[in-house]
């Protein structure tokens, strides 16, 4: 077997090769251009929130966050995102599912109807729940009345307007991969017998794992900073419906800039460990 020789570029045709393949000016402006934008618009308020957390010393950061209304309205951040997350998980999967094995009427509009959240102000999503289980009207009234449970004010109504808020996130996460997915492996399933659940189980189910935990974890995180409908919805009662946002809000406007800063330190650090969390499970997805 007779090998073709390999001929390279010399002389000046090597020297046009590497100009080629060295960043022009143009390439090099648009890269500065888009690590100043990310560091005056990210990294420089970050380092300061940090610095500002810590700026009294470790001593005075611990005492800010380990305040009973600190500490609860953290914990309640948490508590209701995660059930919120749960909740989204289980409903967004199901949803993503039919979207895309099914057909029906309204689909079209349905499929769209679901990013109307990344649209509305939070506000008006805060609004809205008011107008709905507020004790002025029927349904409201049946649940305080009827049932004893308090939407307002009160956690079941965080978690409807976290679960509003965060509702495309675990749909938009799964849906991609549904529909690249090979379904002919599903079909063989069940000509061996296997029924509809052991099918999504065990065949389904594997390939959508990263998927989902993904966007639980982006509708885990987009809660943690939920503040617009929470406001409207929980009030601001401590150490009752009083979330970490909140808090935040109402340090900053007593002017008390170290315990705000102390608080959204903690947030953020959540935060940033559920990105990288995200990054971690996209990376090994591709690898």
Request: hydrophobic letters at 55%.
């Given at each position: ?21 060295a ?48 500490t ?11 059930i ?42 805060g ?141 953020l ?18 690898a």
């Amino acid at each position: 077997m007779t090998q073709i020789p390999l001929s390279y570029p010399t002389g000046q045709g090597a020297v046009a090769v590497k100009r080629a393949q060295a960043p022009s000016f143009g390439a090099w402006g648009l890269r500065f251009i888009a690590l100043t934008y990310l560091g005056a618009f990210i990294l420089v308020p970050l380092i300061v929130i940090q610095v500002q957390g810590v700026r009294f010393g470790l001593d005075v950061f611990w005492q800010s966050i380990t305040r009973p209304e600190a500490t609860s309205a953290i914990l309640l951040s948490l508590y209701t995102s995660a059930i919120m997350a749960a909740l989204n998980t289980v409903i967004g999967t199901l949803t993503a599912y039919v979207l895309v094995r099914y057909r029906f009427p309204g689909k079209r509009l349905f499929n769209m109807l679901i990013d109307l959240p990344f649209a509305i102000p939070t506000l008006v999503i805060g609004v809205m729940l008011v107008l709905l289980y507020g004790p002025q009207t029927p349904i409201g009234r049946f649940f305080d009345t009827t049932l004893d449970i308090q939407i307002l004010f009160a956690v079941p109504g965080i978690v409807l307007a976290l679960l509003l808020v965060g509702y495309p996130f675990v749909i938009r996460a799964v849906q991609p991969v549904l529909l690249q997915m090979d379904f002919s492996q599903t079909e063989a399933a069940q000509t061996i017998g296997a029924s509809a659940w052991t099918t999504f189980w065990r065949v389904i189910f594997p390939a959508l794992r990263p998927a989902i935990v993904t966007g639980a974890l982006l509708s885990f995180a987009r809660s943690l900073g939920e503040f617009g409908s929470i406001i409207v919805v929980a009030g601001n009662i401590p150490m009752r419906s009083q979330m970490g946002t909140v808090y935040v809000y109402t340090q900053v406007e007593a002017g008390n800039l170290q315990a705000a800063s102390s608080v959204s330190m903690v947030l953020l650090l959540i935060a940033f460990g559920v990105t990288v969390g995200i990054d971690l499970l996209k990376w090994r997805r591709h690898a």
